[in-house]
C-alpha cells in the first residue's frame, strides 16, 4: 500500500558492561565481602583478582555484552529487524579479548553505536555469581561506565523515537559520575517530544536503598515500568505480584512484572468506553476476576475520560524449559517485546493514520493479553539458552502460538 512514510526506533541509556556469569562456592562471596543475592559495586583491583581466580579455577560459564537496557535494545533490534539507538561509553583503544570487543561482537548490527561516547579506559564488568543454591550475586567492576556526559546526549535521536529506556541502575553512582545528569538529559528531551519513558528497576536492592526517591521518579517522569516480583515489593511493599502492580498504576501507566513460576502480568488503564472483555476463563486472585479486560489495549491514565484499571497473567510458556540454566536476562527479553509492540502501534499510525485501530490514543498495537503472551513467548527463549541475549529472531509462526486452547488454559 502507498502510505505516508514512517520511521521509528527505540532509545536506551545504559551503562556499557560486559556480563561474566560464573557457577562457584558460596564461600568465594564470604572471601570477597559479597552480600549474598545483592549487587555490590567493588573496586578494579577487587575485580582483577575476581576474575583471575574464576578463569584460573575454571569456573567461568561465558562472558557476554550485558547491560539490562544494552540487552533489551539488542533483542528489541532482533525481534523488530529494525534500528534502535544506545547512548552510553565505549574504550576509544579495542584490542581483541577486552571487555569492549566483547561487546561490540555480541551487540546486533541494528543497534545504533554510533553516538558511544569514546572513554581512555575500559568499559564495565558485571560478575554473576551463582552459588549452588541457584541464587545470583552480582559485582560490579564500574570501569569508565558511567562517564556518559549529558553534551553526549543528542537532542535528534529522540525525533521519532517510540519509547525511551532507562534503568534504575544509572542512578545509583560514584559521587562526581556524570551519568545521572545524562540520564536526567535524556528523559526531558523524550519527555518534550511525548516520547514515552520506560524504567525497568535493576534489583530490588537498589530500589529497597531508597524507595520514596523511586516512587516520587517514577511518578514524575515515567509511562512505563518493568521489574519482577522482588522489585515490586521493594516498590510498592507487597510482596503478591497482582497487588504490587496495581499499587505500581498509581505511579505509572503501564507495569510488567515477571514473576518466575508464577508467569508474567501486564497492568495498565483504559477507557471505560473501549474496554474489553477477555473470552478466556476468568482467574481468581487477591483482585478477584482480575482478567476480565484483559483484551483492551493500554492507555496513558491522563488519556482516559473514565479511568479503568485492566490485567492480564500468563502462566509461563509450556511451563518453562526443562532445564534452566540461568534466568539472567528474562525481564529484560519480556520487556524487549512489550517495546516491539509499541513500536508497531507508533509505526502503523504514522502508516495508517486514518486506521480504526487509532480511535484513541493507545500506548500497544496489540491486546494486553496479546502482549502477554508475546513477551512469555520471548522470555521463555533466553531461559531456554545460556546467554541473556537472544541468538536469533524468534520464527514467524509457530503452531504452539496459534493453539488457542493451550492459551485458554
Not at 584490542?95 to 548490527?109: D, E, F
Not at 554473576?128 to 545470583?136: I, K, M, N, Q, S
Request: proline share 6%.
Amino acid at each position: 500500500m502507498e502510505g505516508p512514510t514512517a520511521r521509528t526506533h527505540v532509545v536506551g541509556v545504559d551503562q556499557t558492561l560486559v556480563d561474566i556469569d560464573a557457577r562457584v562456592p558460596a564461600e568465594l562471596l564470604a572471601r570477597y565481602d559479597l552480600p549474598k543475592g545483592a549487587s555490590t559495586v567493588i573496586s578494579n583491583d577487587h575485580a582483577l583478582a575476581l576474575y583471575d581466580e574464576l578463569l584460573a579455577d575454571k569456573l567461568i560459564s561465558y562472558e557476554f555484552a550485558g547491560g539490562t537496557v544494552g540487552n533489551t535494545l539488542h533483542n528489541y533490534s532482533l525481534l523488530a529487524d529494525d534500528a534502535s539507538i544506545l547512548l552510553g561509553v565505549m574504550s576509544e583503544s579495542i584490542r581483541i579479548g577486552t571487555s569492549g570487543y566483547r561487546y561490540l561482537s555480541n551487540t546486533s548490527s541494528r543497534v545504533n553505536l554510533d553516538h558511544l561516547q569514546p572513554v581512555d579506559g575500559p568499559i564495565g564488568r558485571c560478575f554473576a555469581l551463582v552459588t549452588p543454591d541457584g541464587e545470583r550475586t552480582f559485582a560490579i567492576s564500574e570501569g569508565k561506565m558511567n562517564g556518559l556526559r549529558p553534551d553526549s546526549v543528542p537532542e535528534a535521536v529522540f525525533d521519532d523515537a517510540s519509547a525511551l529506556v532507562i534503568s534504575a541502575y544509572l542512578m545509583r553512582c560514584q559521587p562526581g559520575d556524570p551519568m545521572p545528569e545524562a540520564t536526567a538529559r535524556a528523559v526531558a528531551l523524550a519527555r518534550a517530544r511525548g516520547v514515552p519513558v520506560v524504567l525497568t528497576l535493576g534489583t530490588r536492592f537498589v530500589i529497597a536503598e531508597r524507595p520514596d526517591f523511586w516512587r516520587d521518579f517514577i511518578r514524575e517522569h515515567v509511562d512505563v515500568v518493568a521489574m519482577n516480583e522482588e522489585e515490586g515489593e521493594a516498590l510498592t511493599g507487597t510482596a503478591d505480584p497482582l497487588l504490587a502492580c496495581d499499587r505500581a498504576l498509581e505511579l505509572t501507566d503501564l507495569v510488567l512484572c515477571t514473576a518466575g513460576a508464577t508467569g508474567l502480568f501486564l497492568a495498565g488503564h483504559t477507557d471505560d468506553e473501549v474496554k474489553r472483555e477477555t473470552r478466556y476463563p476468568l482467574l481468581p486472585g487477591s483482585i478477584p476476576e482480575f482478567n476480565r479486560y484483559e483484551f483492551s489495549r493500554p492507555m496513558r491514565r491522563a488519556t482516559c475520560a473514565t479511568p479503568v484499571k485492566v490485567f492480564a497473567h500468563i502462566a509461563p510458556y509450556h511451563g518453562g524449559p526443562e532445564r534452566i540454566t540461568s534466568t539472567n536476562g528474562a525481564g529484560d527479553a519480556a520487556l524487549s517485546a512489550l517495546l516491539h509492540d509499541m513500536a508497531a502501534n507508533r509505526y502503523h499510525q504514522a502508516r495508517v493514520p486514518n486506521s480504526s485501530k487509532h480511535v484513541r490514543a493507545f500506548m500497544t498495537y496489540s491486546s494486553m493479553s496479546q502482549v502477554c503472551r508475546y513477551a512469555n513467548r520471548v522470555s521463555y527463549q533466553v531461559l531456554a539458552q545460556a546467554a541473556p541475549r537472544l541468538t536469533r529472531g524468534l520464527p514467524e509462526r509457530e503452531e504452539g502460538l496459534d493453539d488457542e486452547a493451550y492459551w485458554a488454559r
